[in-house]
């Protein structure tokens, strides 16, 4: 069993968080979860009301903690994880561990896995991106953390949002060396199966 640190931002894309918590602690790694208040404010809009939210959490994590609570195991890098991911990371975030800034549990969680090699991984899911945005993404990246946008592919011609959120998951999975079978995988241009997107959207013209 492995340790991992999710950190949900307030960024749209909760439910990348969230499902990724879920398949993680469904495989038997313990998960710490730390919620941002923008994050609660963001999910009641697009996903769940704070206290759905918090039910679900408790039920589908090891524990659960505020962004501001340092006195929680995990604000020292002597409390050993085995990676940190930032799903969904708002560009605030972002700027704020690519320049060491420890305002928050989130922040000071990533920069424990950076200073430890560690794997850290920042979803981010905003658009478009400043040259400054960039930057920062590339100071995460020389320090050694992975930078993953939040760019589902449609080669796997999904059928679904969920399919679009697990494609997602898998790749990180994949980063932090958990096998998993939650998206469909590259295989050449020979797949015939399933329905594309394009069949669905443009049904009614291309007929």
Known sequence: MSRFVVGITGSSGIIYGLRLVEVLSSFGHEVHVILSE???LVSADECLSE???MNLLKKISSYVYSEHDF???IASSSYLVDGTI????TLKT???IANSIQS???TRAALNSLR????LIVVVRETPLSTLDIVNMLKISLSGGVVMPASPAF??????????VDFIVGKILDVLGVENNLYKRWEGLKSTQGTSLCDRFYESISS
Do not use: H, M, N
Not at 86 to 89: E, L, R
């Open 51 to 53: 206290d759905k939210l």
């Open 38 to 40: 923008e994050a609660k």
């Open 86 to 89: 930032v799903i969904p990371c």
């Open 71 to 73: 006195t929680a195991p």
């Open 104 to 106: 928050t549990l989130i």
């Open 116 to 119: 430890l090699r560690r794997p």
């Open 155 to 164: 080669y796997s011609k999904p059928q679904s949002i969920q399919d679009l």
């Open 94 to 96: 972002l700027g704020e």
